[in-house]
């Protein structure tokens, strides 16, 4: 439930389903169904007026702002449409900053960075500051700095949603590839179908109530 000038509003009714570890969902549904306020409560970001949230053992409905951020840092990547990186930082200091702040400054982690860098396609980009990368650029550099983190959980708001074709493919595999290898579990928000087919289950809202929850075969190629 929102507060606002205009007064409440309830925008998840009812919504339950769990994500085991490791696993992967996909979240559709129109403009407006609550995708992203759904998002950021499985991610801790929000806590909701009723109900609860688990995370890995905790429950983030009952934690206060500064535990919410352990258990954040500690367990969750994500990757939002407003991008949340610093303005101060470059991209490449912005991917580096979750491992610093966590005590971790090595020269294998800039390594790191700078290859995950390029592997987004911003090889040419670690010194660029946000404001002289376009959107989807931004976008790529919190995607590697949620890969950087290997989180044990990924929530990705339309990842793709800013991207051309050759780029998403890219992006995507990376996603999957964190997936399987370092056992992400992944959440990703997404309008492309092809995508949604990936995670191997579908969720989809309508008007803030969850309407289907069903396990797919990824299409063929
Ligand atoms: P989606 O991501 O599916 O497009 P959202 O979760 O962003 O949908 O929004 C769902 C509804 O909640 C919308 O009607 C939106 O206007 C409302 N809403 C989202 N964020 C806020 C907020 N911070 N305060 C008040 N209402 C909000
Ligand atoms: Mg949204």
Redesign the pocket.
Known sequence: M???GEGE?T?LKNVSFSLEAGGACAIV??????????L?LCAGLDVPSSGSVRLNGADLSRLNEDDRAKVRAENVGFVFQSFQLLSTLTALENVMVPLELRGMNSKGIREAAVSLLGKVGLGERLQHYPAQLSGGEQQRVALARAFLNSPKILFA?EPTGNLDNETSERIVDLLFELNNSSGTALVL?THNLELARKAGRIIQ?KG?LLVEDVEVEPALP
Not at 29 to 38: A, E, I
């Open positions: 929102y507060r606002s509003l925008v549904g129109p403009s407006g169904s609550g995708k992203t306020t759904l950021g708001d928000v809202l803030g």
